[in-house]
């Protein structure tokens, strides 16, 4: 699977080169043979398919990372809660507590 997503990596180098080297190049009159002329065709179609295939592979490894992101859990600190002590008062009366709360 390597070996082949490399060899198709490397046509398609060599095929884009090809393309802006024809780009590069000052416009002249030409014979056009037709066998050549159905090449081309082809190789832009492969060029294109290429092209494609690569975009689709970038499109789904970033969404793999989208969703390895989404993925991770981050633990939230606990709530701090503010706690009211009652601020109660002991009296002895005698021999009885009486407790008073506010």
């Given at each position: 699977m390597c070996a082949r997503r490399s060899s198709m990596i490397s046509r398609l180098v060599?095929?884009?080169?090809?393309?802006?080297?024809?780009?590069a190049m000052p416009a002249s009159a030409?014979?056009?043979?037709?066998t050549v002329r159905?090449?081309?065709v082809?190789?832009?179609?492969?060029?294109?398919?290429?092209?494609?295939r690569v975009q689709r592979q970038q499109f789904q490894?970033?969404?793999?990372?989208?969703?390895?992101?989404?993925?991770?859990?981050?633990?939230q600190p606990p709530p701090v809660v503010p706690?009211?002590?009652?601020?109660?008062?002991t009296q002895i009366?005698?021999?009885?507590a009486v407790s008073t709360c506010r």
């Amino acid at each position: 699977m390597c070996a082949r997503r490399s060899s198709m990596i490397s046509r398609l180098v060599v095929l884009a080169g090809a393309v802006c080297a024809g780009f590069a190049m000052p416009a002249s009159a030409q014979v056009l043979n037709p066998t050549v002329r159905n090449n081309t065709v082809i190789q832009q179609n492969d060029l294109q398919a290429l092209q494609n295939r690569v975009q689709r592979q970038q499109f789904q490894q970033q969404q793999q990372q989208y969703r390895a992101q989404d993925r991770i859990i981050v633990q939230q600190p606990p709530p701090v809660v503010p706690q009211v002590r009652p601020s109660c008062q002991t009296q002895i009366i005698g021999n009885t507590a009486v407790s008073t709360c506010r």
